[in-house]
């Protein structure tokens, strides 16, 4: 029996366990916050040995995921100069392999959803498109253009359609009208319907779906000219091929030196999660720009059409269809996005705390798995229990771990007293946690090099003050971590469990320069 | 693969090391070469004003200066010293107890010579400082005219960052700066009430007396003239800080207020009164058939505070006045004509007589008292027992034997306590019971006040009559935050 992957639609039972479901995440998150603030007043000396016991674990976790980020980025390094286009084609020399496909026949379907985006953001997307080293005209690209976008943007697609006539095999607009039945105003929607029209002009062209990949993109993902030739060749050497999503390092280096600090600092912060997710790809989820098989794509009908998280939601849809058989490949490239920015810096501040709500909302997909998992017998207990944790130990974490940091070290000394202000541990644990934070800067210095290697070049004539100003930007991780991290999580979360569910919210995509 | 094999060995370094740093949190050492493997211990945590004070344990110095936290001691009595170049060197046996922390904190080192600066060159014969508020009141020398010194907030942290005071910092400001005739006025009497702005002055203006209500710490706020309302000098006089528009006062064990505002006087508002005082815009009086009242201002709606008793207990009966202090809204402290000392608590008596008054501002549930001849202080924290009995809050005598004192002030949050004895100003150790060591401050025949705030004595120098300050806590107290340096036993040299 396929599973649905929704939440609407469901049995009397099915949409209780739903509910009880959906409350799991923000009730264990809280209970861990208040109940750490309950211990610190009437347990300190139990608050403060757990406060030393997470410290430390939080510390050789870092110390862990430092590592494999230095592994990581010196992989994507040792592929900057790689001409995949030469890879492709030593597949093909000596002996072909039967098992690949007529590389000639394989199409690359792009997805660009565009709600109200405007030009200047657009075009820069489609002149990495056009400039790829894999043929354009194997390039078929849909704009999925919201029925409500400004007229601005409708004119400035209509344009790109005039000038890129002849650059790409395809280049079409599919308009998505506001308020089908079944839909919520979520991304996933709107792709869905695009994609469903492409498939309609592929029928038309014969083309089968077996040899199209789709890559479903932001409005602002900038991809580098190799990107099409890199996906194709893992596309090809991947055993099973369609049972696979391929999820490049998303950067955020289209505005990177124009947007606060504090948001810099978050979006690096962000690239360097996804590069340590990349070495563990036994357990890698697709997250924002992402490619597929399309077929795989259609068999499982398409993006689901009321989650916000519609990147993460597709691989565990997928994951659920094909019974468990079904995994992320880590691609060594990387495509640009835009960092989050407005006219001032207070509006940077909602909006960043707006985009990552949306990502934390990503635990909406607890609930669908559990119900997935408790339906779909195929897979083994080992998985479900490893794929389960794992979401719901991160999600919690998220909401939880930047608050513990910052606090656990004196909330119980603060909040207790009599007995407590005389015990040896009053005096050790900011000592202890001290000490662990102070030897955790040699994991800031690391994330600062790296992040100073990854950053494109600035214009700017004082290139080195700059890089020296973003340096000091990340003395605001404790900032950072609690307002833009932690409280944005929880939010999400407290708002899954109480029922009052998210729709999707546009994040600004505003080049202005934020002094 | 690689991924796997550093978890396992993350998992392995945290289950080993985890039990390790916790143990070590909680006092546990690990002796490895030892009989008994694992030993409980204690540490001694000692901060010192000023910091950076050599630090000796037993008689072996210890590498870091203070403040800092001495750790893996054995349980056992341990001789604890802290010394300064310029200041006296401070000792003393402390006993150490397994997974117990012994803090010596504050630790107030007394200098050999102490710091002291002329704030104004003028001379003055009076000086009172209002606790808790940024006023200090003058009298002139020469005119007998009342001045006001301020500060504000920013000039208070350059106080406290700042040794060398100038006088330009602080703002001279006559009371009464449009007044010309009042030089001709002759000041009898200035009440002040502690945390208000607000003073009530008495003066003799053409032979009769006059009262004025002044906003000292506004300028732009000419005083106003209350003689109409109080023409006399009365037996009590209060107002509560939060509500300085009502004025209370006894004449004839009456009850009376004014407003101020609306210019009227409400009179016998209560009779037969023995004691009164104000708390949070409550009344509290005890009248002389015994009972114990409360009241909003309007004293139309009194509250009994005996519940179902008749009076209040035997032990408060038999005194004709009361000055009463309110700690909160349950807890007060009386002192009667005889300077008997009584509280609303068992056993309701706290000390028998002579008591000349008491400072309650720390806040810490310990209050400081004094006799002519003696200083103590009264501890709510530890109560005794007689066996089975409780013997209600345990009394430490400071002194017995002191010629006669006048006043006296916490200093550095209860570690400290200053007092003025006959012509000197002296400074004890509230934690050295048993060998008080005192040190002698200054000479003075003229009142003192001192700011625990500011760490500062104000009083009028013998000779020149100008207004000093003597730094009794060191500045850097209030802007250095010095993290405790953390080192063990075997860091003995």
């Known amino acids: 029996m396929a599973f649905q992957y929704t939440k609407e639609n469901l049995s009397k039972g099915q949409k209780r366990l739903q509910r009880i479901l959906e409350m799991i995440p923000g009730v264990l998150s809280w209970s861990i916050l208040g109940g750490m603030t309950f211990l610190s007043f009437y347990k300190p000396v139990l608050a403060s040995i757990i406060a030393i016991a997470f410290i430390f674990y939080w510390f050789l976790r870092l110390i862990y995921m430092t590592m494999f980020l230095v592994i990581s980025f010196f992989n994507l390094r040792r592929h900057v100069k790689t001409d995949w286009l030469n890879k492709i084609a030593e597949l093909n020399n000596g002996s072909v392999n039967p098992d690949l496909p007529d590389i000639d026949k394989i199409y690359h379907l792009i997805i660009l959803p565009v709600a109200k985006e405007p030009g200047s953001v657009l075009e820069p997307v489609v002149d990495a498109l056009a400039l790829q080293t894999f043929s354009t005209q194997k390039l078929m690209v849909v704009f999925g253009v919201e029925e409500t976008a400004p007229d601005e943007t409708k004119q400035a697609i209509e344009s790109f359609l005039k000038k890129y006539k002849n650059v790409f095999s395809e280049m079409i607009a599919v308009y998505h009208p506001a308020g089908i039945p079944g839909e919520a105003r979520v991304k996933g929607a709107n792709a869905s319907y695009a994609a469903k029209h492409a498939a309609d002009v592929l029928k038309t062209k014969n083309i089968n779906f077996e040899n ?153 997909n607890f609930p669908i798995l559990m119900r997935g998992f408790m339906q779909v017998q195929e897979i083994s207990l080992n998985n479900k229990i490893r794929h389960i944790f794992k979401m719901l130990e991160g999600h919690v974490a998220w909401a939880t771990w930047g608050f513990l940091l910052t606090t656990l070290s004196w909330l119980p000394a603060e909040l207790a007293g009599g007995e407590y202000q005389s015990s040896i541990i009053y005096y050790n644990e900011p000592h202890v946690a001290g000490t662990i934070f102070r030897l955790s800067t040699f994991s800031l210095a690391i994330s600062i090099i790296l992040s100073i290697a990854i950053l494109p070049r600035t214009n700017a004539k004082l290139s080195w003050l700059k890089k020296l100003k973003h340096i000091f930007e990340w003395f605001l991780m404790p900032f950072v971590l609690v307002f833009l991290s932690a409280l944005p999580a929880l939010d999400a979360q407290t708002r899954l469990m109480l029922g009052k569910y998210m729709e999707f919210w546009v994040t600004d995509k505003n080049r202005k320069t934020v002094k | 693969m690689l991924r796997k094999i550093v978890f396992y060995i993350f998992i392995i370094v945290y289950l080993v090391l985890c039990p390790l740093i916790i143990l070590d949190s909680l006092g546990v050492v690990i002796r490895p070469k030892e009989k008994k493997l694992m030993m409980s211990t204690g540490l001694i945590s000692i901060d010192t004003i000023p910091p950076g004070a050599s630090l000796y344990l037993n008689g072996k110095l210890f590498p870091k200066k203070s403040p800092a936290i001495i750790r893996d001691l054995a349980p056992g009595s341990y001789s604890v010293k802290a010394e300064l170049p310029g200041y006296r060197s401070w000792e003393k046996e402390i006993t150490v107890e397994t997974e117990q922390a012994t803090a010596l904190r504050s630790i107030l080192l007394i200098p050999d010579k102490w710091k002291v600066q002329t704030i104004v060159h003028k001379s003055f014969i009076g000086l009172t400082l209002i606790e808790g508020s940024p006023l200090i009141l003058l009298t002139d020398r020469h005119t007998g005219a009342l001045t006001v010194f301020k500060w504000d907030i920013g000039l208070l942290d350059r106080l406290a960052l700042s040794e060398d005071l100038k006088s330009e910092d602080w703002r001279l400001s006559d009371v009464f700066p449009n007044s010309t005739n009042f030089n001709k006025m002759k000041l009898i009497k200035v009440i002040t009430m502690p945390q208000s702005n607000y003073i009530l002055v008495f003066a003799e203006v053409d032979g009769k ?38 004025l209370f006062f006894i004449v004839e064990k009456k009850l009376n207020r004014i407003d101020v505002e609306e210019e009227k006087i409400f009179p016998d508002l209560a009779l037969n009164i023995k004691g009164f005082n104000l708390f949070n815009k409550k009344v509290y009086w005890i009248d002389s058939e015994d009972g114990f009242w409360e009241s909003d201002v309007s004293l139309k709606n009194a509250r009994s505070l005996i519940g179902h008793l008749n009076k209040i207990p035997k032990e408060f009966q038999g005194a004709l006045e009361y000055q009463i202090h309110a700690l909160s809204e349950n807890d007060f402290i009386l002192k009667d004509e005889n300077g008997r000392l009584l509280t609303n608590k068992l056993p309701f008596q706290l000390v028998e007589q002579s008591v000349v008054d008491f400072d309650d501002h720390l806040n810490d549930n310990r209050l400081l008292f004094w006799t002519k001849n003696a200083l103590g202080i009264i501890d709510f924290n530890q109560t005794g027992k007689e066996g089975i009995f409780e013997t209600g809050p345990q009394i430490t005598w400071l002194i017995q034997n002191a010629e006669n004192i006048h006043q006296a002030f916490w200093v550095n949050k209860g570690s400290h306590v200053l007092f003025r004895d006959d012509d000197q100003v002296k400074i004890t150790d509230v934690t050295s019971v048993g060998k008080t060591e005192m040190s002698t401050l200054i000479k003075t025949e003229y009142p003192v006040s001192y700011s625990d705030a500011l760490g500062k004595l104000f009083y009028l120098d013998e000779t020149t009559q100008y207004l000093n300050a003597l730094t009794v806590l060191p500045a850097h107290k209030y802007v250095t935050f010095q993290l405790p340096e953390t080192f063990r036993k075997k860091d003995l040299r």
């Open chain 1, 212 to 364: 199209v990949m789709i890559s479903c993109f932001d409005a602002d993902t900038v991809v580098c000219n190799q990107y099409f030739a890199c996906l194709t060749y893992f596309y090809l050497i991947t055993p099973d091929r369609n049972r696979a999503s391929y999820q490049p390092i998303p950067v955020y280096n289209n505005n990177i030196w124009n947007v606060p600090g504090f948001s810099r600092v978050m979006e690096i912060g962000s690239s360097f999660f996804q590069l340590i997710e990349a070495t563990n790809p036994e357990k890698l989820v697709t997250f924002s720009s992402h490619s597929l098989s399309f077929k795989a794509l259609v068999e499982m009908d398409y993006w689901p059409k009321d989650m916000i998280s519609d990147d993460s939601a597709i691989f565990w849809k997928a994951y659920l269809h094909y019974q468990g058989r079904y995994r992320v490949i880590p691609l060594p490239i990387t495509v640009s996005m835009d960092a989050t920015a407005a006219d001032s810096r207070y509006q940077t501040f909602k909006n960043v705390y707006k985009q990552r709500r949306r990502w934390a909302y990503g635990v909406e």
């Open chain 2, 209 to 246: 007396t006059s009262s004025f209500w002044i906003e000292a710490d506004d300028q732009n706020k000419p005083p106003r003239d209350i003689t109409a309302l109080l023409p006399f000098i009365p037996d009590q006089v209060r107002w509560d800080r939060r509500d300085p528009e009502n």
